[in-house]
């Protein structure tokens, strides 16, 4: 399951209280039978003794934050820059520095895989 963006941004917002199903979608933004159905499909909630729904809004940002995909955090090497169409980490081939401004360095090449033109900024010769 996919959780919109404002959801993940606003989950953390929430206050540890109970909320109704309804002011919980009016706070995140979302359809009311999004909500449910989500409810259904493993978020937390608990019910009265009058068969209401409440939900906790600690309890629901910590299920959203389970959730959101894992960021991928990986560090490249040297000759390597991140190829926008083959969505991957390659090495560059020809590589070729450029003095942009001050400490800032641009290093332009291509990708050995498609053949698109790589572009990767640094700064006082250290590729970020």
């Known amino acids: 399951m996919k959780l919109p963006h404002h959801v993940i941004v606003k989950a953390p ?4 209280m ?23 499909a493993g978020a937390p909630f608990q019910r009265d003794s ?11 940002k910590q299920w959203v934050q389970e959730k959101r995909k894992p960021k991928r955090t990986f560090k490249l ?6 190829c926008l169409h083959c969505k991957t980490a390659v090495e560059l081939l020809n590589p070729e520095r450029h003095a942009i401004k001050g400490k800032l360095v641009n290093i332009k090449g291509v990708c050995p895989q498609c053949g698109c033109t790589i572009n990767r900024g640094g700064v006082d010769g250290t590729v970020n």
């Open 77 to 82: 090497l040297d000759n390597q820059a991140y």
């Open 18 to 40: 109970l909320y109704k199903a309804s002011e919980l979608a009016d706070e995140i933004q979302i359809p009311e039978r999004t909500l449910r159905d989500w409810l259904e």
């Open 13 to 16: 917002g929430l206050l540890p």
């Open 50 to 60: 009058s068969n209401r729904i409440w939900v906790n809004g600690q309890e629901f």
